[in-house]
């Protein structure tokens, strides 16, 4: 298995560009997440979706974000505008869904997204 | 409020020690804890996960204890290498199970 697919792995861009990131999630795996990294702030979840569904978005920081499943292969994040406070290295992550919750995250290698 | 703290300060070990890595929580009750490794410019990568009922985790030279009363995981390496080298991550289950929040991470160094 491939593992999560990001794409691109870096963008720069200048602020009030919309920029959009890409995931592929492993085959069979129902659950999706984004995270965005910080040294500030650490690891935080930004949004996760179960079997295509959005579940929990209420770490999108604000409207300028917006995250979209299309299928259970696929998923964006973007970002319209940009701001230099965005920059960060964002993950996507995904799980496969059992009972009990105990659900290991596989994750990408990241996009680290550069805002001037 | 609800905190995960993991050591903030980098840990420096010798080569063939033991290193012991803290993380503690306030505020949440989780079913379960899970440490990831990271390497630069990498993502976290799962080691191992204990459930609230358990008290112990061993994988290979990887050992996981799980305190709820005190709201602590500590996390065991032994026989430590410099491979073993990276930031160390806790995350625990928040409010149901697929929402994991981590830690922010303790810098392992081991030096040979």
């Known amino acids: 298995d491939a593992g999560v697919i990001q794409s691109p792995r870096h963008e720069v861009t200048e602020m009030g560009q919309e920029v959009t990131l890409r995931c592929k999630p492993i085959s069979g795996h129902n659950s999706l997440f984004w995270y965005r990294q910080t040294m500030m702030r650490g690891l935080e979840l930004l949004i996760y979706?179960?079997?295509?569904?959005?579940?929990?978005d209420s770490g999108m920081p604000e409207d300028r974000f917006s995250a979209k499943m299309p299928n259970a292969s696929f998923s964006t994040l973007k970002i319209q505008p940009s701001e230099p406070r965005d920059s960060a290295v964002y993950f996507c992550a995904s799980s496969s869904t059992g009972t009990g919750g105990a659900d290991t995250q596989y994750f990408g290698p990241g996009t680290r997204l550069t805002v001037l | 409020s609800q905190k995960i703290e993991q050591n903030s300060e980098a840990l420096n070990i010798q080569e063939g020690k033991t290193a012991t890595l803290t993380c503690n929580y306030t505020?949440?009750?989780?079913?379960?804890l899970q440490w990831y490794r990271q390497d630069p410019g990498r993502g976290p990568v799962f080691l191992l996960l204990?459930?609230?009922?358990?008290k112990e985790k061993r994988k290979e030279r990887l050992k996981v204890t799980f305190d709820t009363t005190l709201k602590q995981s500590l996390f065991h390496i032994t026989a430590s290498q410099p491979a073993d080298s990276a930031t160390y991550l806790c995350?625990?289950?928040?409010?149901?199970?697929?929402?994991?929040?981590f830690g922010a991470g303790t810098i392992l160094r081991v030096k040979s």
């Open positions: 979706f179960n079997n295509n569904v959005p579940i929990d």
């Open positions: 995350a625990l289950v928040a409010e149901y199970g697929n929402k994991l929040v």
């Open positions: 505020n949440y009750s989780p079913a379960y």
């Open positions: 204990i459930r609230e009922n358990e």
